[in-house]
């Protein structure tokens, strides 16, 4: 069998990916058929096996990670949670529609921060100095108490964590603070990466945001755990992880209320940098792990293509990830050399996505967020993702990375600096449509909510939903015949039938969508409570006009 055709299939096969949720007693009632009685179900239906986090095995392999539940899909699917995305088959059945999957585009061919102040190139030891404003994870966040951007920073070499804000997201400030009077400077503790969360769960205003540190040169292998009120003000440490290497991170999954740390492991030498998993309730408790105790997760495998100036195989560099809607968004940081000829290491950011917490499906292998071939960009080398992931600024979400620029010559980073990517809110996988008629039909779903909204481009097309029972007979009062068509570009519209009002008489009954379209491509769908369109969901890192963690503003939110 060739490649192109085993890929082929592994894609086939793994259409679907795990995401992860919070439990609630209706997704419980409809767990899958052969699921244990009392097998944990996430809030979309997934049964988790009895033994979580699962552990495969103690070796690595170069194989795909399969997704198990892609394969034991529930009855109905409960779908109160956030918008549904087509990012993989989970909630549909073979469609007409051809599924295509979107990178993030560079907003400017320029970063929107630099380095530009002296404290920006301080070495921490001996190293030569180098101008460095970049998020090594980190985080960029929108915070909703000020209603304010904010992004930490790595600033000179492995030197200080600063903090720089904006009120668009685009135009960036370095405020003087007093932790070190008249700088950005929030914390002076040497450092390799940091994962910066702001944590709208926490109920202790004290704690609201938590920052995971590395320590140079006096770490001991270890992550550090500080709290603050505000993101500049730092607490003394609060708690020191089980063993590390550097280049680990964490990030919060609020479907199943968990703290999870993504770690970079120990492996044989052909299987270069890979990542474990540890989970827990609590942020401190969960830095307690032993040595051997995470799970062996995920890394590069077979389907992630080299660049054959180097010859060596992909590995996976770093794993930030963030609930967005209904899933979670991962970000693999993919490592494909050391560089060199002027070129720092050459990473790329690529695009994977969970319904689980632990699986990822990683069904697109082109880059998301590339490098530049282009010698002397901001980003010809190392370009990597910034914890929280994305935000949500109106009808686009926001990728902010880190990119550096080389040194001619060597493969030193040179001048590190940040940029934006963006992409259409929803946008990572569209199901399209030329001038003939298409449909794609869902799988049997649940409800609470009472108003379909579709994310859709159709400003030349058409699309039309008709709504099954689960048998797949059309249901008279939203028919083909009565639906209203579609005719517009638009993130959020809702979807209406002629005299047939609402959706609550189909309230918590399994029934299908199924969507007809022509000349367009459809996002998502979700059925909302409210004719605003609030869709429940996760909303990443946040944004203008989300007051929390989940979309409950629709149409309030900036637009």
Same mark, same amino acid.
Not at 117 to 129: A, G, M
Not at 198 to 203: C, Q
Not at 219 to 247: E, Y
Not at 438 to 443: A, E, I, L, M
């Given at each position: 069998?060739?490649?192109?055709?085993?890929?082929r299939?592994?894609i086939?096969?793994?259409?679907?990916?795990?995401?992860?949720p919070?439990?609630?007693?209706?997704?419980a009632?409809?767990?899958?058929?052969?699921? %244990?009685? /009392?097998? +944990?179900v &996430?809030y979309?239906?997934i049964?988790?096996? @009895? =033994?979580?986090?699962? !552990?495969?095995?103690?070796?690595?392999?170069r194989?795909?990670m399969?997704?198990?539940?892609?394969?034991?899909?529930?009855?109905?699917?409960?779908?109160?949670?956030g918008r549904?995305?087509?990012?993989?088959?989970?909630?549909?059945?073979p469609?007409?529609?051809?599924r295509?999957y979107?990178?993030?585009?560079? %907003?400017? /061919?320029? +970063?929107? &921060?630099?380095?530009?102040?002296?404290?920006e @190139? =301080?070495?921490?030891? !001996?190293?030569?100095?180098?101008?460095?404003?970049?998020?090594?994870s980190d985080?960029?966040?929108?915070?909703?108490?000020?209603?304010?951007?904010?992004?930490?920073?790595?600033a000179?070499?492995n030197?200080?964590?600063?903090?720089a804000t904006s009120d668009?997201?685009?135009?960036?400030?370095?405020?003087?603070?007093?932790?070190?009077?008249?700088?950005?400077?929030?914390?002076?503790?040497g450092?390799d990466?940091?994962?910066?969360?702001?944590?709208?769960?926490?109920t202790?205003?004290?704690?609201?945001?938590?920052?995971?540190?590395?320590?140079?040169?006096?770490?001991?292998?270890?992550?550090?755990?500080?709290?603050?009120?505000?993101?500049?003000?730092?607490s003394?440490?609060?708690?020191?992880?089980?063993?590390?290497?550097?280049?680990?991170?964490?990030?919060?999954?609020?479907?199943?209320?968990?703290?999870?740390f993504?770690?970079?492991?120990?492996?044989?030498?052909e299987?270069?940098?890979?990542?474990?998993?540890?989970?827990h309730?609590?942020?401190i408790?969960?830095?307690?792990?032993?040595?051997?105790?995470?799970?062996?997760?995920?890394?590069?495998?077979?389907?992630?293509?080299?660049?054959?100036?180097?010859?060596?195989?992909?590995?996976?560099?770093?794993?930030?990830?963030?609930?967005?809607?209904?899933?979670?968004?991962?970000?693999?940081?993919?490592?494909t050399?050391?560089?060199?000829?002027?070129?720092p290491?050459?990473?790329?950011?690529?695009?994977?996505f969970?319904?689980?917490?632990?699986?990822?499906h990683?069904?697109?292998?082109?880059?998301?967020?590339p490098?530049?071939?282009?010698?002397?960009?901001?980003?010809?080398?190392?370009?990597?993702?910034?914890?929280?992931?994305?935000?949500?600024?109106g009808?686009?979400?926001?990728?902010?990375?880190?990119?550096?620029?080389?040194?001619?010559?060597t493969?030193?980073?040179?001048v590190?600096?940040?940029?934006?990517?963006?992409?259409?809110?929803?946008?990572f996988?569209?199901l399209?449509a030329?001038?003939?008629?298409?449909?794609?039909?869902t799988?049997?779903?649940?409800?609470?909510?009472?108003?379909?909204?579709?994310n859709?481009?159709?400003?030349?097309?058409?699309?039309r939903?008709?709504?099954?029972?689960?048998?797949?007979?059309?249901?008279?009062?939203?028919?083909?015949?009565?639906?209203?068509?579609?005719?517009?570009?638009?993130?959020?519209?809702?979807?209406?039938?002629?005299?047939?009002?609402?959706?609550?008489?189909l309230?918590n009954?399994?029934?299908?969508?199924?969507?007809?379209?022509?000349n367009g491509?459809?996002?998502?769908f979700?059925?909302?409570?409210?004719?605003n369109?609030?869709s429940?969901?996760?909303?990443?890192?946040?944004?203008?006009?989300?007051g929390?963690?989940?979309?409950?503003?629709?149409?309030?939110?900036?637009?």
């Amino acid at each position: 069998m060739s490649v192109s055709r085993t890929r082929r299939r592994f894609i086939q096969q793994s259409g679907m990916l795990a995401a992860t949720p919070y439990l609630t007693a209706a997704a419980a009632a409809h767990a899958p058929e052969g699921a %244990a009685p /009392d097998a +944990p179900v &996430l809030y979309n239906g997934i049964a988790l096996p @009895s =033994e979580w986090p699962p !552990r495969y095995t103690t070796v690595p392999t170069r194989e795909p990670m399969m997704v198990p539940y892609l394969h034991n899909i529930p009855d109905a699917i409960p779908i109160d949670v956030g918008r549904q995305l087509f990012v993989d088959d989970y909630l549909i059945e073979p469609t007409t529609l051809t599924r295509r999957y979107h990178g993030a585009k560079y %907003a400017f /061919d320029r +970063p929107v &921060l630099s380095a530009n102040r002296p404290w920006e @190139s =301080e070495p921490l030891k !001996r190293e030569p100095p180098t101008a460095r404003a970049m998020p090594f994870s980190d985080g960029v966040w929108y915070d909703p108490g000020d209603r304010t951007f904010k992004l930490w920073y790595m600033a000179g070499v492995n030197r200080y964590t600063c903090l720089a804000t904006s009120d668009n997201g685009l135009d960036w400030i370095k405020p003087a603070f007093d932790v070190v009077p008249g700088t950005n400077i929030v914390s002076r503790l040497g450092r390799d990466s940091s994962t910066v969360w702001l944590d709208l769960f926490e109920t202790d205003p004290s704690k609201r945001y938590k920052m995971f540190l590395y320590q140079r040169p006096e770490d001991s292998h270890q992550m550090s755990l500080f709290f603050s009120a505000d993101g500049i003000h730092w607490s003394n440490c609060v708690g020191k992880s089980g063993p590390t290497r550097d280049r680990c991170t964490a990030f919060y999954n609020p479907f199943r209320k968990k703290w999870v740390f993504s770690i970079k492991a120990t492996t044989p030498r052909e299987f270069g940098r890979r990542r474990q998993y540890h989970e827990h309730d609590d942020a401190i408790g969960g830095l307690g792990w032993s040595d051997g105790e995470p799970h062996m997760w995920v890394g590069a495998d077979w389907l992630d293509q080299g660049r054959p100036e180097y010859g060596v195989h992909p590995e996976l560099y770093n794993l930030d990830a963030v609930a967005y809607e209904s899933l979670l968004l991962g970000l693999f940081v993919i490592w494909t050399g050391e560089g060199g000829g002027g070129r720092p290491k050459p990473n790329q950011v690529f695009v994977a996505f969970s319904r689980d917490g632990f699986h990822w499906h990683r069904p697109h292998r082109e880059p998301f967020i590339p490098v530049s071939d282009t010698p002397g960009s901001w980003n010809y080398g190392n370009v990597q993702s910034a914890g929280g992931a994305c935000l949500v600024n109106g009808d686009r979400l926001h990728f902010y990375v880190s990119g550096r620029q080389g040194i001619a010559g060597t493969d030193r980073p040179g001048v590190c600096a940040t940029g934006l990517a963006t992409l259409r809110r929803d946008g990572f996988a569209s199901l399209d449509a030329g001038p003939d008629r298409r449909y794609v039909t869902t799988r049997p779903v649940r409800f609470t909510g009472r108003h379909l909204f579709v994310n859709a481009a159709v400003p030349d097309g058409e699309l039309r939903v008709e709504v099954l029972d689960a048998d797949r007979r059309p249901i008279e009062r939203y028919s083909l015949e009565k639906a209203v068509p579609v005719r517009v570009d638009s993130t959020r519209h809702r979807v209406e039938w002629a005299g047939a009002g609402d959706l609550k008489r189909l309230s918590n009954s399994p029934v299908r969508f199924r969507f007809h379209l022509a000349n367009g491509s459809l996002y998502a769908f979700w059925v909302s409570v409210s004719e605003n369109g609030a869709s429940n969901g996760y909303v990443a890192a946040g944004g203008p006009g989300l007051g929390g963690p989940t979309d409950t503003a629709g149409g309030r939110s900036r637009a």
